[in-house]
């Protein structure tokens, strides 16, 4: 009762000024040095033709984006249904509707870019059943909104993340799966990612051949005025030419590399404070990366 009346008010809050404030927080994490230097040296190696000072510019834009992220995502679950409708513009739903027409489940595919985490928590209000691959950790009020938005999440356990994700698409669900997160190396694959090979997760290819189910590739836009455009691109299946391990390592570069194309139209979008490359190729993938790897957001 409390934490609804709580919410009640939130919601009622000027979001215009809100934004201000916490994109305002963000803001002096900068000043600060949190993480400055992680971000920097990300934009380094991605903009290398960029001038010192473009790219402090686009790294103080993305920390004013990741505060305003905040009380946008945490105001979902209060909203009314029709304001759900109202703050969503969306390029290429009927990709969708197709998708989930085949009866498979859908494996939606994003990355840390734009309200990425927005996706979940409103579509599943809107009638679209999600799951999500979590690891054990992170802030619980972030938690706590995404099952507030009733998000069903799988935690990442050996053994056992592979086959929860497969019964939530045959049971027609939409997975949600974050492309760009660092993978262990000894699961990971090596598609490119700015040009640098980037530790990747199989885990999207394999689930499609598994279960049949189609890959749809997603990001959320902020476009002004709280509302925000969600491109929907796709369906997608991982190409079968015989040479399992070059189709996996195929399939996953045209995620990255449809990733990459929108960061670099509005680099400001996205986490450059994730080390997306912290981990280096040191020997080819293990056969068990293609073929039974258990992936993580």
Same mark, same amino acid.
């Given at each position: 009762?409390?934490?609804?009346?709580?919410?009640?008010?939130?919601?009622?809050?000027?979001?215009?000024?809100?934004?201000?404030?916490?994109?305002? #927080? &963000?803001?002096?994490?900068?000043?600060?040095?949190? !993480? @400055?230097?992680?971000? %920097? /040296?990300?934009? =380094? #190696? &991605?903009?290398?033709?960029?001038?010192?000072?473009? !790219? @402090?510019?686009?790294? %103080? /834009?993305?920390? =004013?984006?990741?505060?305003?992220?905040?009380?946008?995502?945490? !105001?979902?679950?209060?909203?009314? /249904?029709?304001?759900?409708?109202?703050?969503?513009?969306?390029?290429?739903?009927?990709?969708?509707?197709?998708?989930? /027409?085949?009866?498979?489940?859908?494996?939606?595919?994003?990355?840390?870019?734009?309200?990425?985490?927005?996706?979940?928590?409103?579509?599943?209000?809107?009638?679209?059943?999600?799951?999500?691959?979590?690891?054990?950790?992170?802030?619980?009020?972030?938690?706590?909104?995404?099952?507030?938005?009733?998000?069903?999440?799988?935690?990442?356990?050996?053994?056992?993340?592979?086959?929860?994700?497969?019964?939530?698409?045959?049971?027609?669900?939409?997975?949600?799966?974050?492309?760009?997160?660092?993978?262990?190396?000894?699961?990971?694959?090596?598609?490119?990612?700015?040009?640098?090979?980037?530790?990747?997760?199989?885990?999207?290819?394999?689930?499609?051949?598994?279960?049949?189910?189609?890959?749809?590739?997603?990001?959320?836009?902020?476009?002004?005025?709280?509302?925000?455009?969600?491109?929907?691109?796709?369906?997608?299946?991982?190409?079968?030419?015989?040479?399992?391990?070059?189709?996996?390592?195929?399939?996953?570069?045209?995620?990255?590399?449809?990733?990459?194309?929108?960061?670099?139209?509005?680099?400001?979008?996205?986490?450059?404070?994730?080390?997306?490359?912290?981990?280096?190729?040191?020997?080819?993938?293990?056969?068990?990366?293609?073929?039974?790897?258990?992936?993580?957001?």
């Amino acid at each position: 009762m409390i934490g609804r009346a709580l919410g009640w008010i939130w919601v009622r809050l000027p979001r215009r000024a809100l934004a201000a404030l916490f994109g305002g #927080l &963000a803001v002096l994490g900068y000043v600060f040095g949190v !993480r @400055r230097r992680v971000v %920097l /040296a990300n934009l =380094r #190696l &991605a903009f290398p033709d960029k001038t010192e000072a473009e !790219r @402090r510019a686009i790294a %103080l /834009a993305t920390y =004013r984006h990741l505060g305003e992220m905040v009380p946008e995502f945490l !105001r979902v679950p209060y909203l009314e /249904a029709g304001e759900l409708t109202r703050i969503f513009e969306y390029q290429g739903w009927e990709n969708f509707e197709r998708a989930r /027409a085949l009866g498979k489940g859908v494996i939606a595919c994003t990355g840390h870019f734009g309200h990425f985490d927005l996706l979940a928590a409103a579509h599943n209000l809107r009638g679209v059943p999600m799951t999500t691959i979590s690891r054990k950790m992170g802030v619980g009020l972030w938690k706590g909104t995404r099952a507030r938005a009733g998000v069903e999440e799988i935690y990442v356990h050996p053994g056992n993340t592979l086959s929860a994700a497969m019964k939530a698409l045959r049971a027609g669900r939409v997975l949600g799966y974050v492309i760009d997160q660092s993978e262990p190396n000894r699961n990971a694959i090596y598609p490119t990612f700015f040009g640098v090979p980037a530790a990747t997760a199989a885990t999207p290819a394999v689930l499609s051949r598994r279960t049949g189910a189609p890959v749809l590739f997603t990001v959320s836009l902020p476009v002004g005025g709280g509302r925000h455009l969600v491109v929907i691109e796709g369906p997608l299946f991982p190409p079968e030419t015989g040479d399992r391990e070059k189709d996996t390592l195929a399939f996953m570069q045209d995620l990255n590399d449809r990733l990459e194309a929108w960061v670099r139209r509005y680099p400001e979008q996205w986490y450059w404070l994730h080390r997306r490359w912290k981990r280096r190729k040191e020997a080819p993938a293990p056969a068990s990366a293609l073929t039974g790897h258990e992936g993580a957001r």
